[in-house]
């Protein structure tokens, strides 16, 4: 039998049912992301709740993320004057066989301030690796495999351009049009999640991972990506998503906007003949049909808008590396990133 070893968190809410259920359930979810934890490897889950929120048990959240076999328990918190309000803090007890020293501890919002300690930390030790490059370069099938192997947290910030792109569609919207894009900003919500190793992308609460895949919204994200005030709200979700974390994200301006001092810098490009050609790959495998001339055309117009947009164009960061994935497989690739890395740890 494995040790037990138990990872803190906490977090703030509103004395509302609603909002103990939602912030419990965010706080939740991102200790088991964070430490990549499957469900049944949870014991037990224990929260304490200060006096002033007596609206709902976070267990009851607890219970919605999936956790029905781990011994929950709600307690209140022992009251100390001046002490952090609203808060719901959580011990989850874990058989992960891992140790004490690797659980990563998550205190969201407002209760970051009971353990600054942490917060200060995990962002010194943080590692980011970014990857940008033009549309089917490799940049997040790569970024899928260096994650694993490193066992770092893949941020597709394609996905998010792809899915303001659905969100808009849906909307009757069409991507080119930038101020009816800009005023329905406001309620575009989205959530990208690690579920059993996979990372998913959320719309409105609705698994869209595959629906985003398609040509019209990836043409789409490539229209709703030139807009600043897109730009600007995606890359503070990004920025967010990185902090305090080891991180590999791929899109077009990470190491040149979203992630200036990312430690490793990946500019990875092919010719346009060879990304056409592994798209068509993708897509016959997929049951679509493709015409090589027709999908090649879709990636230039694609390169031409990424390279020659105003805001935070596609450009290879001064400090990048830069690899012509062209003639490699993608073992190649991720064994070149993780030399990078490899080497800026040793350096
Ligand atoms: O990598 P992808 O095909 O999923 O990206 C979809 C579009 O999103 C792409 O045409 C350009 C845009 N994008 C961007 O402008 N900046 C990023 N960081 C990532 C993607």
Redesign the pocket.
Known sequence: MNDMICIRGAIQAENTKESIWKETEQLVRQMLEENQLALQEVVALQFTVTKDLDQAYPAVAARKVGLTEAALSCVQEMYVEGSLPRCIRANLWVENGKKQSQARHVYLGGAKVLRPDLAAKQSKNAFAIAI?GP??SG??TVAKEVAKELDFVYI???????AV?LYCIRKGISPRDGAAVEAALDGFSMELKREAGQMKVFLDGEDVTTT?RTQEV??G??D???LLPV?EK??EL?RQMAEGQNVIM?????GT??LPKAQVKVYLVATAEERAKRRVGELEQNGQKAVFATVLQQIEE?DH??TT?EH?P?RKAADAVEIDSTHMTIAQVKEAIIDLVKEKREA
């Open positions: 940008d549309a089917g940049k997040s597709d910030t394609g996905a998010m351009y792809r792109s985003i990836g043409q994200a490539s709703v990506a030139l730009r995606l890359v990004q791929d899109g077009r301006d990470i906007n979203v694609r808008n990424d947009r935070n596609l």
